[in-house]
Each structure stands twice: as C-alpha cells, then as structure tokens.
C-alpha cells in the first residue's frame, strides 16, 4: 500500500512541477522536496535477498534500488556537463571516511558477508550522488526553499495522522505505508504510539524533532517565521503522540540546545556559566516531564524497567563483537548477521530469539560492533566536532539554517542513539545524510 501511495505523491509533485513550469517560476525545489516526503516510505525496488530470514544489520538484508538513485538518474541526465571538474574539499571528509570503511569492510575478516557491506553501499552512494546533483541544479536558498516545502508537507501529514491514532484509536492508519506498523504502533500490546509514514512511533519521533529543530533554525534566522512556528507546534504535539520516552527527553534537549547555541554562537557556551544556563532549565522540564507530568507514568510506572533489562543485553551483546574484533569491527551493516552465526553471543545471556532479528538497539554501539574503536572514535568525533564547527558558522553568519539545524541533528542522535536503533535505519539516516551534508557543504 505504501508503494501505491508513494506514486500517487510522485503524482501529486509532477503536476505542480508542471503547473511551475507554465508559470516560468524555478521548479528545481520540487526535486528536494520530493525526496524529503518519500523518504519515509523506503520506496525501493529488491534486485536480490541474501538472508530471508534474518537482516545482516539495520539496513537489512536485500540489495535494492532506492528511489533518490532514481530521481539522481532523472537530474543527471537533465544536467548539462561541459567542462565539469570535481575538485576534492576537506569538508567532504565525512564522506570519504565513509567510503573507506566500506572499503575496509569488503576485506574486513570478521565480515559474515560482503553482501552486508555492499546493501549500505547502495544506499550510501545513491545519497550522496543525489545530494551532489541538488548542489548543481540550484543555489543554497533553492535548497532550503525545498526543504521546508518538504517537511512542512510531511509534518502536516505526521501530525494528521498522529491525530487518527492514537488520538481517534482509527489503527487503520498504521498500516497505510508500512506492513507490521500496527504491530509496533501497539508496542506488541504493552502501549500505544504513532507512526504516520513510518513503521516505528521512535522513528516518527526522531523525524519530527530533527523537523522541529529546522523550523526552530529557519525561526531563528527570520525565514518564514509565522509558518515555523506552526510547524514547531505541530512537530511538539506530533512527538507527545508517540508516546516515546526517549523522545521526550530529546525533544527538551534539542530545543533549549538549539535556541541557546544559535543565540551564544560567538561566546563560549562550554564555560561554567553558560553550561549551567542550559543544565538548570533543561533539567528542571526533564524533572518536570518524568516526577511530575501527565506522562509521568510512561516513566516510574510502565515497562520502562524490563525495558532497561533489554537494552542491557544488547550492551554486552555489543561489548562481545568488540572484544571479538576491536579495532575495524565485524563489517558495516554485518553486527546482525554476526550474532546469528555467533549465535552463543545471545545465548550467553538469554534464550529469546528478539535478538537475533532486531539490531542492537544502542546506535553508538552498532557503530562501534560493526566499525570497531577507529571508527567509533571517528563517530563521536563528527557528533561532538559537528556541532563546534556548527556554532563557528552560525557565528560566522554562514549557512545559518543548515548549520543550526545540524546542532539539533546531532544532539538527537546522541541521546536518541542511546536507547535505539531508530538513527541508524534507512527512513531516518536518509534525513541526518540530508542535514549533514548540507551543512558541510556550504
């Protein structure tokens, strides 16, 4: 249903691609767009499955054709190429360290199977082509311009349906886009949640904080500013309906981070003083949001120990691969197909075959199992140096938006990425690939 849907928005978006055209008015937009609200719906076409039964690692175990390699096809062909020359720049390292590491997981002899490394592959170049072609259709402005379009379409939609379920308990809506989404939208009985586009309410979560942090950057620098603040509320009222512990907490981080950060960027917000500007308020909402709200009990009362018990297992899980190979890892894309041939790795610590079939949900130790202590460290280094050299650009008046929304990116993934695997699945990496590269480029 989700594929049907998709083409029905493929639609919707060559008619006003046209109508643009009538008019005479730049169309470029609608490519970022476009992009940005079908991301959540992994619109792919599978070419070969390697293991039905059990997924190598969050982005599964099928090599497919996404459709950004589709709409990059599209653009290439309608680009005129005289005299192009691709020059190498320093801020494209992230890029090309990734690369590496795909490289390395090829030859990598922990590796259960290059075909792991290769789904990420596809995915990762299919990306990064289209994001090189959207810097050659248009300028930076054109780019933002598509990007709000985008997301405020898709907040709308998020927050609509959050509205059927579970507001109006209409749990038809879980399954428009996703199959199993009732399933996880019901947290298998335990408690309820949305998912709008996606599958997960922590996916859907993580998304619209990553939004309400580009609505708060485009706030803060005066773009659309009636509009932002709409949307800050509709991505506020979205992420309460998912009912996520974790996003709760992240959803006050960010925004108190976000806001602080582009209001200090020239001073030294690590000083004593200020960090203690953002510790006081933060942790009086967060004391506020667990001891004292109405979602208090998601927190004390819920499953939120056994929880705990769960994510503990997959630490040891984790720790196990990275004394098995602790400096390059088992392969990216591979911790999963690792623990199944290793199948004492979870037996040595419980009898439930959860494990085996959901990625370890601690993203930081997904980096760290599958890219080993280099890349781990190269990890925290781009979360931690991302969001200074963000800061040193909204100081410097440049790319203020990208920059800023890249602070609340980044800041998601670090706490979010404790508790989950949510950042490191194909709907949202698309999304943090997006904001990330943008914010080098420019």
């Known amino acids: 249903m989700g594929i049907q849907l998709g083409y029905v928005v493929i639609f919707v978006y060559a008619f006003r691609y046209l109508i643009l055209l009538t008019t005479g008015r730049n169309r470029n937009y609608i490519f970022v767009s476009l992009f940005l609200v079908l991301a959540p719906l992994e619109i792919t076409k599978g070419l070969t499955s390697y293991n039905a039964n059990v997924a190598y690692g969050s982005f599964g175990s099928t090599v497919v054709i996404y459709l950004p390699l589709v709409i990059a096809v599209f653009i290439f062909a309608s680009l005129k190429w005289k005299n192009e020359k691709i020059q190498y720049d320093s801020k494209?390292?992230?890029?090309?360290?990734?690369?590496?590491?795909?490289?390395?997981?090829?030859?990598?002899?922990?590796?259960?199977?290059?075909?792991?490394?290769?789904?990420?592959l596809i995915f990762f170049a299919s990306h990064i082509f289209l994001f090189y072609l959207f810097s050659r259709l248009m300028t930076k402005d054109m780019i933002i311009i598509g990007a709000f379009d985008g997301l405020k379409w898709l907040t709308i939609s998020q927050l609509f349906l959050a509205i059927c379920f579970p507001l109006l308990n209409i749990i038809a809506v879980?399954?428009?886009?996703?199959?199993?989404?009732?399933?996880?939208?019901?947290?298998?009985?335990?408690?309820?949640?949305?998912?709008?586009?996606?599958?997960?309410?922590?996916?859907?979560?993580?998304?619209?904080?990553?939004?309400?942090?580009?609505?708060?950057?485009?706030?803060?620098?005066?773009?659309?500013?009636r509009m932002s603040t709409l949307l800050i509320a509709a991505c506020v009222a979205t992420v309460i309906l998912t009912y996520s512990r974790t996003s709760f907490i992240a959803l006050i981080?960010?925004?108190?981070?976000?806001?602080?950060?582009?209001?200090?960027?020239?001073?030294?917000?690590?000083?004593?003083?200020?960090?203690?500007?953002?510790?006081?308020?933060?942790?009086l909402a967060l004391y506020w949001l667990i001891?004292?709200?109405?979602?208090?009990?998601?927190?004390?009362?819920?499953?939120?120990?056994?929880?705990?018990?769960?994510?503990?297992?997959?630490?040891?899980?984790?720790?196990?691969?990275?004394?098995?190979?602790?400096?390059?890892g088992v392969g990216l894309?591979?911790?999963?197909?690792?623990?199944?041939?290793?199948?004492?790795?979870?037996q040595a610590f419980t009898a439930d075959e959860f494990?085996?079939?959901?990625?370890?949900?601690?993203?930081?130790?997904?980096?760290?199992?599958?890219?080993?202590?280099?890349?781990?460290?190269?990890?925290?280094?781009?979360?931690?140096?991302?969001?200074?050299?963000?800061?040193?650009?909204?100081?410097?008046?440049?790319?203020?938006?990208?920059?800023?929304?890249?602070?609340?990116?980044?800041?998601?993934?670090?706490?979010?990425?404790?508790?989950?695997?949510?950042?490191?699945?194909?709907?949202?990496?698309?999304?943090?690939?997006?904001?990330?590269?943008?914010?080098?480029?420019?």
């Not at 769960?310 to 720790?319: G, K, L």
């Not at 591979?334 to 790795?345: E, N, R, S, V, W």
């Not at 949510?422 to 949202?428: D, E, N, Q, T, V």
């Open 333 to 346: 894309n591979a911790h999963l197909g690792y623990i199944t041939k290793h199948f004492g790795i979870v």
């Open 253 to 283: 981080l960010v925004a108190f981070c976000t806001y602080y950060i582009y209001k200090n960027s020239k001073k030294n917000i690590f000083s004593l003083g200020n960090i203690l500007k953002i510790v006081i308020p933060s942790t």
């Open 92 to 120: 494209y390292n992230f890029v090309s360290i990734t690369f590496l590491f795909i490289v390395i997981s090829f030859f990598n002899p922990y590796s259960v199977a290059n075909n792991a490394t290769l789904i990420f």
């Open 355 to 442: 494990y085996l079939h959901n990625p370890i949900h601690n993203s930081h130790l997904i980096v760290l199992a599958e890219t080993g202590i280099v890349g781990f460290i190269l990890w925290v280094y781009f979360l931690l140096g991302g969001i200074i050299n963000a800061k040193n650009q909204i100081a410097a008046g440049s790319n203020r938006i990208f920059s800023s929304t890249l602070v609340g990116v980044l800041i998601a993934y670090v706490i979010y990425g404790m508790t989950g695997w949510a950042p490191m699945s194909p709907s949202i990496f698309a999304f943090f690939l997006f904001y990330a590269y943008f914010a080098k480029m420019y």
């Open 174 to 225: 879980t399954n428009l886009f996703h199959e199993g989404g009732e399933v996880w939208a019901t947290r298998l009985g335990s408690r309820v949640g949305a998912v709008g586009f996606f599958k997960h309410p922590g996916n859907l979560a993580l998304y619209t904080i990553m939004s309400m942090s580009f609505f708060l950057s485009c706030y803060l620098s005066g773009f659309q500013r």
């Open 291 to 328: 001891f004292l709200s109405p979602f208090s009990s998601s927190f004390i009362e819920s499953d939120a120990s056994s929880q705990y018990d769960n994510r503990m297992i997959h630490f040891f899980m984790a720790f196990k691969i990275f004394t098995d190979s602790p400096f390059l």
